[in-house]
Every structure is written in structure tokens, then in C-alpha cells.
């Protein structure tokens, strides 16, 4: 197969690589939204710069490798400084609000990036026997505090383990349309070895050029289909992953009634349980038809009716996203009264002008306006919809926005979950409610709370929520603030029996829900699996689970 990709070097304190991010004409705007929406508060603020390597000094590595670990890792070890402040956070609010205070009081003793499976063995002997924490590293993009170094207990030291050499497309079975695929690949690199077979994961988060398959399947990552196959849970056939007791790995089945699950186990164990090396996945034919249109509601309770009735219909729409109507002008694609229907079929086999009538037929049915006639059936790269089209570049653009608001102590944050259908509009209306008090109530002042769909089920929605407010100037403050907030949200989120995460994952931010959620035997069930296969409680402390032999609780930046 195709040799290993080189990384260019990533920011420590923003989002992607560096160098990239959004241009002057972009930022120029960013800053003028915000400065009508802030007034005064805002332009007297001096922004605070970007942080320097050179401006952070970091603690001496507190550990180190016996004499024969280090000689068969080599150079797969660093403590290079740069790799040590990429490795302390992932990619979330906090974690950008502590890199421009210059805020790393615990990084990783090293950053180890193994070549091989045996090198992972290996290190984890050791971690296991020298009480060393070890966290499992993909693209580093977490937004919820998974892969962050700061961990509790009695740990000698931390390790943050990155798998991205481990970057290659091994196999392809194209008579089952599968291929086994290290977990290191960014997502970029996987569809390039993958489409001289004409084949395609499809998987797109929001994150897919700077997230990897083993992080997507980690967390149970949400992707490119609003319906259907909504989760990499859909898309995985097997799973093999290293743990400190030997080598986990699914049999390669299509389906199988045999027990429960070892690869759902998992799915969504956020390195508690192993390393995740790599994994055979179900692929797609490479689209050859497309048709893509939009339609607009005068309330987002209509909008929501037909994106049911489009969730049940068994048309199984691969783009379904209803965003309301601030949230549509906030992205230059909506006038701010009405709400936006995105809608897209594809497929590798047959047109699909005729699913696209019918969709649309529903959506008039419910009150949407719809265009005249229904986009033809378009070639794989004819252009999108403008709405869709327009609103997509900005939610691409979105992550890099948050490096230019910090600096002014702006808090824009999001959180996700889901609902069935026949408590949605009570479960809307009060999670729009409570958070916009979280706001006042953490800042002083109004902010703004908006609402999409990003995944519809015919049970019921994913909505997703974007909040912003102006914080403090002083960023210290500031992420208080946002912890206040963020405390209220999953408070919310939790009371009103909702999940405590769609797709982001638990991480540490979000244990205060998550434990709330889980049934009790069930987390006895899990802590028992942890500490069959983690006898020593090494592999990411404090996320989903606390490990009480090493006094290691949640954690996080919420406590």
C-alpha cells in the first residue's frame, strides 16, 4: 500500500496546523459582527496575542525510560518542547483559554509515537508496572477534555500516546467492500488510499482533516450521514486495539448473534480499555449521483415536523440538517427570521432525482418553501446547493473562528445530544431557556443561544447548540465563566433525560451527565472490564470511569 503521510506541525494553541486559520478578510469580518454585537465592551479590550513556544516553560519530564525501553523506541520518543504543548489539550473552549494564559502546569513526561504494535506492548509493561498514566492520542481534536495530560491519582508520570505513524490502508477487500485500516490515518489520507479503489469511508466529522480512524471509532464519532449511517458504529466490521492484558480483536463478521458485542465495547471507550491499532471497515462505493436542494420554514417547530416525517420515511436522506433561523444569518446564508432546510441524496448506483421529489414533497407538506422544481440528479462533483454550499464553508470555517474571539474573552462554545421526537419541543425549549440564564447569570449580560439538527433518527433528533456571550476581559475569569456554563448545560442536559453527548464523547467534561446517565450495574460492569484488562488503571484515567485504587476521580477542568 501507500507509504506513511508526514504531518506538518499543528498548533498548541489553535485549531489545525500552523500557518492556516482563517484570512484578514475573514477575521476583519468575525471581529465586525462582533463588535455590533458587543459595542463598547468590546472594542476598549486589547486583545491578548497568540502564545510563543519560547514564552512557556515546562516542568523536566519526571520520568524516564530504562536503557533497553528507550533503545527499542528510539526515536519514537520525544520531549521535544513543541510535541509536549501539543500533547497537554485537545481542541475545547478551555483548552484554547489556557493556551493564550500560557497555562501548562502538567504536560506529558514524553510523547511516544510507536511504529508498531509491539512498541505499544512493550510501553504499556512498563506504564503498567511503573504506576505511569498513559493517554491515547489520535488527532488531538477533542473538544470535551479526552485526551488532555492533566490526570488525577497516584501516577508517577504521563505518557501521551500518539498513533500517527500507525497511518496506512493494510488491505482491501473489494468483494465485501472492506478494508483494514491502521487507526492513525487522518481522515484525508485514508480517502486518498482509498479512492484508487474507487471506494470511500464517507465518514466526515467536523474535525475529519485533523482527526484519525482509532479516535473516530473511540468516541463513537458522528459523521457525513444525517441519516442512517449517522455513527462509525454503523461503519466498523472489526476492531483490534493492545491492552496491558494482551491483544484485543474482534472476529471479521458481517453480523453475528454471538453475545454481546466486543466491538461495541469498544466503541466509545475513549482509551480506557486499550490502544486501538486498527480496524476493518465497511466502505462505500464512491458517489456517482447527487442531488442537493434547501427550503426555508417560517418557525423552526414546522421545520422540525418535516425533518420527522423525512427521518421516517425510509428515504434515508445523507444531508438533513435543520438550522435555525440566527444561526443561518450568523453564516450569511438567512435573512434571521426563517430556518433552513439542507437537504442532500447521494449514491454510488442509481440517480436520485426521484428520492429528492419526494423529500421535498414532504417539506412542502409541512409548511416548507421549496424550490420550483427539484435539483437534477448531479455528477459527484457538481456544485451544491448555494444555501448548503454556503452554510457548509462556514461551519468548516467555524473552528479556526475561535482564535480570534478568546483573545477579546469571548466565550463561544457548543454542546449536542438527543431526544425522541415526542420530547423534543419540551427538551428544546428548556435547554434554549437554561442556557441562555446560564449565560446572564455567569457573565452579567445576554448572549445568544441557536439550534441545528446535524443527525435525525426516525425516533427522534440530534440537536446541536451554539452558545456566545462576552466574558471577562481577564481570560482567568473568563474560563470560570465558561465552567459555570458548562456545569449548567450538562446539569440541564441531565434532568431532562437527554444524552449527555450525541457524538463528542464523555471525555472529562461531560462525566457530571454522563454519570447520571448510565445505569449503575452497568458502571460496575464497566469498572469490572477496566480492571480485567488495566489491572493497573493506566490507560486515561478519569475519563467515563473513576479508578479508585490511585484515588483517580473525573478530573478535568470542571473538577
Known sequence: MSAPSTRPRRKFWGWGREGEGLSPAEREGLLERAGKRWGSALAERRPVPPPEEGEIELRAPRVELPS???????????????????HSYGKSFPDAL??????????PDLVVTPRD???IERLLEWCGEQGVAVVPFGGGSSVVGGVESAVRGDYRGVVSLDLGRLD?????????????????????????QLQPHELTLRHFPQSFEHST????????????????????????ESVRAVTPAGVWESRRLPGSGAG??????????????????????RLQDRPRHRASSSAWFESFEAGAEAVRALSQSGLFPSNCRLIDAAEAAATGVGDGERHLLVLGFESGDHPVEAWMRRALELVAGHGGAVPQRPDADQGPDAPRDAAAGAWRHAFLRAPYAREVLVPYGVIVDTFETAVTWDRFPEVHAALMARTAEALREATGRDGSVTCRFTHVYPDGPAPY?????????????VLRQ?????????????????TATHHHAVGRDHRSAYDRQRPEPFALALGAAKAAVDPHGVLNPGVLIDVPDRGAGGGGILG
Open 168 to 192: 496506512r490502508v493494510l488491505e482491501v477487500d473489494r468483494t465485501s467492500r472492506a478494508a483494514r485500516i491502521q487507526a492513525g490515518v487522518l481522515g484525508p489520507a485514508l480517502e486518498a
Open 117 to 119: 504494535e509491539a512498541q
Open 213 to 236: 480512524l482509532g479516535g473516530w471509532i473511540a468516541t463513537r464519532s458522528g459523521g457525513h450521514f444525517a441519516s442512517l449511517y449517522t455513527h462509525i458504529d454503523d461503519l466498523v
Open 482 to 498: 465558561w465552567c459555570e456554563i458548562k456545569r449548567a448545560c450538562n446539569a440541564a442536559v441531565a434532568e431532562l433525560g437527554a
Open 260 to 281: 454481546p458485542s466486543p466491538d461495541r465495547l469498544l466503541i466509545g471507550s475513549e482509551g480506557i480499555l486499550g490502544v486501538i491499532t486498527e480496524a476493518w471497515m
Open 465 to 477: 447548540y451554539t452558545f456566545q456571550v462576552l466574558g471577562d476581559a481577564d481570560l482567568a475569569v
Open 68 to 86: 533497553a525501553l528507550a533503545a527499542d523506541l528510539g526515536d519514537a520518543v520525544s520531549t521535544i518542547a513543541h510535541e509536549r504543548l501539543v
Open 98 to 107: 489556557r493556551a493564550f494564559q500560557r497555562h501548562y502546569p502538567e504536560p
